[in-house]
């Protein structure tokens, strides 16, 4: 609940930062798609879990091209059929349900005639809030750091439905560049999720 806490209220902090200056900002909501899974740095030995977000975002517009994003997101990672053993050394295919709240912090571009197209991209920094397996249901939240950092793109875009409110359609991955596996061992594991968003933006200028 801390790192809730906290992530909540740096989210809070920007967004109120952006909105305060001279130029446009838009507030968006969204939920999306995941696919998530691991990797080692080199290469994907597990399969993806399928799961979802939600999200808030704040958008401060410098120009008709440039602006800055930043967002508040639950996070649905982890993986599939991977391996857990049992007090006898016992091993068992589980997968690994790990929920992150997430914010990016994100350059973002736009393009096209009417600016109605966006790419984003910055880095991340991710707060774990659970992790537990399917076989057994253990609370695993002690095997991960309990913080992850990488790298988010993604492309997107705006579909006006009035005046100050536009749909939009997005496509975004994370790729993690921090090992989140706590424990004294030789695996190391990565984090990349790819989504596929949905939602709305309202303009507050």
Request: proline letters at 1%.
């Amino acid at each position: 609940m801390k790192k809730l806490i906290i992530a909540f209220l740096l989210s809070i902090g920007t967004f109120t930062a952006f909105s305060q200056q001279k130029g446009s900002f838009e507030l968006g909501v969204n939920v999306g798609y995941n696919g998530a899974t691991v990797s080692n740095g080199t290469q994907t030995n597990s399969s993806s879990r399928n799961g979802l977000n939600l999200g808030i975002s704040g958008d401060y517009f410098f120009s008709d091209r440039w602006s800055i994003k930043s967002k508040l997101t639950y996070d649905q990672k982890g993986w599939d059929r991977g391996y857990i053993q049992d007090l006898n050394g016992q091993s068992y295919t589980t997968d690994y349900r790990l929920d992150y709240i997430t914010i990016p912090v994100m350059a973002n571009w736009h393009f096209g005639k009417k600016r109605n197209w966006y790419l984003h991209f910055g880095p991340y920094l991710g707060f774990l809030m659970s992790a537990k397996d399917t076989r057994f249901n253990i609370d695993l939240k002690s095997m991960f750091q309990s913080v992850d950092a990488g790298l988010d793109l993604g492309i997107g875009v705006k579909i006006p439905v009035s005046q100050k409110t536009k749909l939009f359609f997005e496509l975004d991955g994370q790729s993690g560049f921090a090992d989140i596996n706590a424990q004294y061992q030789a695996n190391k594991f990565l984090n990349s999720r790819s989504s596929i968003n949905i939602g709305f933006v309202f303009d507050l200028k």
